[in-house]
């Protein structure tokens, strides 16, 4: 079955370590975001990627990078410098920008 | 500054009956509006969406309205299921200078459904 697989599902760290999240899909998508959601407040962009080798900020890029080296993956690092990192990050993809977008199951990142 | 509104965090309804839930928008330029559903712990499903040249779009129990005018869409929900308790998001996305779209999603409608 084709997806979008985020891990791991929780993630602790101490403040003022860098951390990776991983996103992999299978779906041929070319398009892939990754998004945060704080309670109360809706999904935020905060890298979205065309295609392989690019990438462009969204709304809330301070405090992370990305990288596309491969059409399956990307990852998202929170480094040191987010200064707010606890919070659901979702990774989505879509077959091109503006189509509609699957999501993956998200990872819960607690900063302590 | 939202662009995307959806003005009631919650709302409950019976089992069997309609659900409404609204979203409003600012921008003109929004051209593609979709609907999203999201249980607790899980990333959001995609349920519906509709195109700036459609007034209606309509999938089984789901049908989604949108009022360009007023920049207003709606999903209907008919019948409600208890199944359907999640949190809806509603997400518009507009082409950007660069030729790429971003979409910009609502806070989200918690929907409860009573047995």
């Known amino acids: 079955d084709g997806g979008i697989t985020q891990s791991p599902k929780y993630l602790f760290r101490k403040e003022g370590q860098n951390v990776t999240l991983s996103c992999e899909q299978n779906?041929?998508?070319?398009?892939m975001y990754w998004y945060r959601q704080d309670p109360g407040q809706g999904l935020r962009l905060i890298y979205y990627?065309?295609?392989?080798?690019?990438?462009q900020k969204g709304d809330i890029a301070e405090g992370y990078s990305v990288s596309r080296e491969k059409k399956e993956s990307f990852p998202l690092t929170v480094t040191s410098a987010q200064k707010n990192p606890t919070a659901f990050y979702l990774c989505?993809?879509?077959?091109?920008?503006?189509?509609?977008?699957?999501f993956g199951q998200g990872t819960r990142l607690t900063v302590v | 500054d939202q662009q995307v509104k959806q003005n009631s965090p919650s709302l409950s309804v019976q089992e069997g009956r309609i659900s409404i839930l609204n979203c409003d928008y600012t921008n003109s330029m929004f051209d593609y509006f979709l609907w999203y559903k999201k249980y607790p712990a899980e990333g959001p499903t995609f349920l519906i969406s509709?195109?700036?040249?459609?007034d209606k779009n309509e999938d089984g129990r789901f049908t989604v309205f949108l009022n360009k005018s007023a920049k207003h869409l709606s999903l209907h929900i008919v019948p409600s299921q208890p199944g359907d308790s999640a949190v809806y998001f509603c997400a518009a996305s507009a082409p950007q200078a660069s030729g790429t779209y971003k979409y910009i999603f609502g806070t989200g409608t918690r929907l409860k459904v009573l047995a």
């Open positions: 779906l041929n998508h070319d398009a």
């Open positions: 990627s065309q295609i392989v080798n690019d990438f």
């Open positions: 989505a993809s879509s077959m091109s920008l503006g189509m509609s977008t699957f």
């Open positions: 509709i195109s700036s040249i459609k």
